[in-house]
């Protein structure tokens, strides 16, 4: 950031001195750069917790009935998939979030720097209207962490519908009730796997805090 406003104190001297109106536009545009990114790192800056660097789970749950509420968490998994198309990649477990889609339930596995620490705030009660989500954000699981979830500890439901490209499969984590939910599709292997490691960052963060 110095090298780089050192830089451009130096352009910015020699384009004055030749009147060098090109140069001068250029400059403007970095100058807004320069802001946002000193703007960006001082958010960072008082990100300091253990996990915030990592990347972030984001479950999206309907918490209510009706189809207002169904629609609002495609609605608020699409604003979190356009923030992470910003600042990262976002990976949607299940990955139905087009525009008057409904869903119940959905999970993005956002990937980008500071992504937990930048999106942890999110979590809680979101409400448009008569409808209301709940939104729950996790640090994303890493190889060496402590194994949080057994299988014994996991049951696994079937949810069919009349329409089996919508039928659904639920793992829930039995001593802390939390669960996921993926879709029973052709993929359901790879979607169980991500479930799973979805589940297990969900359950990270209180078995820290426990073992601390």
């Known amino acids: ?22 140069v001068l536009a250029d400059l403007r545009v970095e100058a807004d750069a320069l802001s946002d990114a000193v703007a960006d790192l001082r958010i960072r800056m008082r990100l300091d917790g253990p996990f915030d660097l990592r990347d972030a789970v984001v479950v999206v749950r309907s ?3 009706g ?5 609002l ?13 910003r600042h990262g990649h976002g990976v949607a477990v299940p990955d139905d979030v087009q525009p008057g889609s409904r869903l119940r339930e959905g999970a993005l596995v956002v990937a980008a720097p500071y ?14 209207g008569a409808a209301e989500v709940t939104v729950t954000v996790a640090p994303l699981v890493e190889d060496d962490d402590p194994e949080t ?6 049951r696994v439901d079937v949810m069919c519908t009349r329409n089996p490209a919508t039928a659904s499969v ?6 802390t009730g939390r669960s996921v939910s993926f879709r029973n599709d052709a993929r359901a ?24």
């Open 170 to 175: 639920r793992l829930t984590h039995l001593p």
């Open 149 to 154: 979830v057994r299988d014994e500890d996991v």
């Open 67 to 71: 189809e207002d509420a169904a629609t």
């Open 115 to 128: 992504a937990y620490g930048l999106l942890r705030a999110e979590a809680g009660r979101h409400r448009a």
């Open 1 to 22: 950031m110095r090298r780089r406003l050192d830089d451009a104190r130096q352009l910015l001297a020699l384009a004055v001195d030749a009147h060098d109106d090109a």
């Open 63 to 65: 918490a209510g009935t």
């Open 189 to 212: 292997g790879q979607q169980r796997e991500a479930a799973y490691r979805v589940l297990r960052s969900l359950l990270l963060v209180a078995d820290v805090d426990n073992r601390d």
């Open 73 to 85: 968490v495609v609605t608020v998994l699409r604003r979190y998939l356009e923030w992470a198309e």
